[in-house]
């Protein structure tokens, strides 16, 4: 289990988010057929396919900062997500690095620490807000938790486990939410009952972390 985020662990998180969202592209292309645009499992999975081969070169992130291999990734998923996802997963990334600065390595809190300031700067960029059925539902509980078990003393590799519980319960916590962001806000109540993909993908990226983290 790793006692901290180092560089690869982030190349090795990357490829397990590429790997989750491949094997549920159907998953993610059937809720985003309900309430989208019927593409976000293509483009996650094709656009995370970019990133993750554009890591191979240094394949262990050598002589980067952990906040600097952050940064690349945003600018990597700005440029190769497709739809609403790519500016959003961006900013997520491109905020985490920014937080991170200098550092090499990260512990649980130092990633909180680094994750929320990437969700602000996702929420500058999407205006969302909790109740929006949107990625942000399942994002801030995650981090939330991640920040709780820091604080609490917790280790990385408990303390990502209980952001990925955050992030599935934040969600399944969508479905019965009317949206009011994005596409699925011009069905009204037709987006009820339904599960937002963003906050499925999300969840797969929290997921991803939490499994990298505990291998690492």
Known sequence: MATAVTNEVIIDWLARFHDIVAKQRAYLTELDSAIGDAD???????????????????????????????????????????????????????????????????????????LRAGLAELVRRGSAESGDKTMFDALDPAVQALQQAADDGAGLGPATAAAAAAAVAGREATAPMLARKGRASYLGERSVGHVDPGAASATMLVVALAEAAAQG
Do not use: C, K
Not at 41 to 58: F, I, K, T, Y
Not at 86 to 110: H, M
């Open 40 to 114: 976000h499992g293509v483009n996650m999975d094709r656009g995370l396919a970019q990133v993750v081969a554009m890591l191979d070169e240094p394949a262990d992130g050598s002589g980067v900062s952990t906040g600097a291999l952050l940064q690349h990734i945003g600018n990597g998923l700005l440029t190769s997500l497709g739809g609403a996802a790519g500016p959003l997963y961006s900013a997520l990334f491109l905020g985490a690095g920014a937080a991170a600065g200098e550092r090499t390595q990260l512990d649980a809190g130092d990633l909180a620490g680094s």
